[in-house]
T-cell receptor, first 114, second 112 residues
């Protein structure tokens, strides 16, 4: 079974630029999560989808971050414009059924904002 | 909002010693999950606890969920160098909350 795929793996941008991350969850997984993990901290949930509907986006900075999951499969997370404090690893995860199922994480995208 | 605290932040042990990390929530949890993240890697699911007072074992790892469902622990017996990594707990609030809250993690360093 293929795991969660993410791209790119690394991205370096200047502040005020925009960036997009892509995630393809495990086939058949209904729930998809985007997390931000700052060095030395635990993953912080940004947004959670069940199929193509948003379950929770209360911690997503909506003035600069946006995410979509068209057709209930893959998803994109965008930052526009980026700030220095957005430097982090962005992790995508998926789970088979209810949101409290075990989560399978992708390798992450390491973003550096200079 | 819900907060999940983990202690200690770091733990250095000699290979063969035991290790324990503790997870405490500010609110009652419906379940708790444990994940392991190797250096440079991504979190990998270890186990989920759901019932009050539940204890589960995986080889040298023992997981407990407190009676009040507000705390949990992970204990590793006789650590090995392969146990190196950061261990995270993640809880869902009681009442059907869908939002998983992760602790800051405990980094385990095992000296051979």
């Amino acid at each position: 079974e293929a795991g969660v795929a993410q791209s790119p793996r690394y991205k370096i941008i200047e502040k005020r630029q925009s960036v997009a991350f892509w995630c393809n969850p495990i086939s058949g997984h209904a729930t998809l999560y985007w997390y931000q993990q700052i060095l030395g901290q635990g993953p912080k949930l940004l947004i959670q989808f069940q199929n193509n509907g948003v379950v929770d986006d209360s911690q997503l900075p909506k003035d600069r971050f946006s995410a979509e999951r068209l057709k209930g499969v893959d998803s994109t997370l965008k930052i526009q414009p980026a700030k220095l404090e957005d430097s982090a690893v962005y992790l995508c995860a998926s789970s088979l059924g209810p949101p409290w199922d075990e989560q399978y994480f992708g390798p992450g995208t390491r973003l550096t904002v200079t | 909002g819900q907060q999940v605290m983990q202690i200690p932040q770091y733990q250095h042990v000699q290979e063969g010693e035991d290790f324990t990390t503790y997870c405490n929530s500010s609110t009652t949890l419906s379940n708790i999950q444990w994940y392991k993240q190797r250096p440079g890697g991504h979190p990998v699911f270890l186990i989920q606890l759901v019932k009050s007072g539940e204890v589960k074992k995986q080889k040298r790892l023992t997981f407990q969920f407190g009676e009040a469902k507000k705390n949990s622990s992970l204990h590793i017996t006789a650590t090995q160098t392969t146990d190196v990594g950061t261990y995270f707990c993640a809880g869902h609030g009681a009442g059907g909350s869908y939002i998983p809250t992760f602790g800051r993690g405990t980094s385990l360093i095992v000296h051979p």
